[in-house]
């Protein structure tokens, strides 16, 4: 039986996609985040953390209800001749807010671990808020930013519900790999599905291997530097 393979194309990009979207937006939210503390954005923590707890599906309602033909946003859209619903870019902006949370949370989680005084050293020597963030918060914050891109490129390989909600099934055009293991399984045909569940299994999988691999590689290289400035003289 020949195995249509648009499914994993089309996941495959919407992945991609979404990863780049929840990287740039992610850490661009955490930066601005840093360094506030109130209850307004406590408040603005729990918005942008509502998909981690909400169902996926409740998460698709609510973005179809945005951006459906009479929704909010959606009937701006439309009246430029722009539907976003039932299409490949459903997909990509239900698997980015899904995962947003996962890049918003490991980001917050690595610029707060940044040494304030490290920051301040480079401000009072003349650097720009632009390069004390790009030339010194992010690259010491980059592992942490890396876990959270590989987390939500896993998750994001894996969303369904809203998905399913949003982009619907559309055979070429939205079905992605979740969605095919479900209508496979709904018509019976379970080697399809068993095929797909596997390859799911398989990424997501190499993707946490190598993320562990690097992580024991940056512990392993940091401790061999950490022994050559001891044995190095002091001074030189």
Avoid at 66 to 92: E, K, Y
Avoid at 115 to 142: C, Q, Y
Wanted: net charge positive.
């Amino acid at each position: 039986m020949h195995l249509d393979l648009a499914p994993l194309w089309i996941s495959l990009k919407a992945t991609f996609t979404a990863t780049a979207l929840v990287l740039v937006l992610g850490v661009a939210a955490a930066h601005w985040r840093t360094g506030r503390q109130s209850r307004f954005w406590e408040l603005f923590d729990g918005v942008l953390l509502l998909p981690l707890v909400l169902p996926p599906t409740v998460v698709g309602f609510f973005l179809l209800v945005l951006l459906g033909r009479n929704g909010l946003l959606g009937s701006q859209l439309w009246r430029i001749g722009i539907s976003l619903v039932f299409s490949w870019p459903a997909t990509v902006i239900a698997a980015t807010v899904v995962t947003f949370p996962l890049m918003y949370l490991t980001a917050c989680g690595a610029l707060d671990q940044i040494d304030a005084g490290m920051l301040e050293a480079a401000r009072m020597l003349g650097a720009s808020e632009r390069e004390v963030f790009l030339r010194i918060a992010l690259p010491l914050a980059w592992p942490g930013i890396l876990a959270g891109t590989v987390l939500a490129f896993a998750r994001s390989l894996g969303e369904f519900g809203a998905t399913l909600m949003l982009a619907g099934n559309i055979p070429g055009r939205t079905e992605t790999i979740p969605v095919a293991i479900f209508f496979d399984m709904e018509s019976g045909d379970t080697r399809d599905a068993l095929v797909w569940a596997s390859v799911v299994l398989a990424v997501s999988l190499a993707v946490l291997l190598a993320m562990g691999a690097w992580t024991r590689y940056q512990r392993a290289y940091l401790v061999r530097d950490f022994a050559r400035a001891k044995r190095s003289p002091r001074g030189a």
